[in-house]
């Protein structure tokens, strides 16, 4: 059974050392502990610790931050440069005046 990332985080930072009493006995220990049964049943990575995943997920919302960011600024550089194009070279109109006395 295959559980996704977010899960296996909920699941590892919150059941990580709580002991469960097992229903019937198979020969095995009483109780097992939650971090038998991420690692059993669920087939949890346990190598490495809850503050890892933070560290990521903190690092993930700076690197969406700095591409909203240049995204924006982007834009803001690019977008009269289209528009001119798009509107055109305004003409040059040329003034011709009149001497009214000759």
């Given amino acids: 059974m295959e559980v996704s990332s977010d899960y296996r985080t909920i699941f590892r930072s919150h059941s990580g050392n709580t002991p469960c009493t097992t229903l019937h006995s198979t020969g095995g220990p009483p109780t097992i502990t939650g971090e038998d049964i991420l690692k059993s049943i669920w087939q949890v990575d346990m190598g490495y610790s809850k503050w890892v995943d933070l ?48």
Wanted: charged share 15%; hydrophobic share 50%; aromatic share 10%.
């Fill in 55 to 102: 560290a990521i997920l903190f690092g993930m919302v700076i690197v969406y931050r700095l591409m909203f960011l240049g995204i924006i600024k982007t834009s803001e550089k690019v977008v009269p440069i289209f528009k001119a194009l798009l509107v055109g070279f305004p003409k040059h109109s040329e003034q011709v005046t009149v001497n009214p006395s000759s």
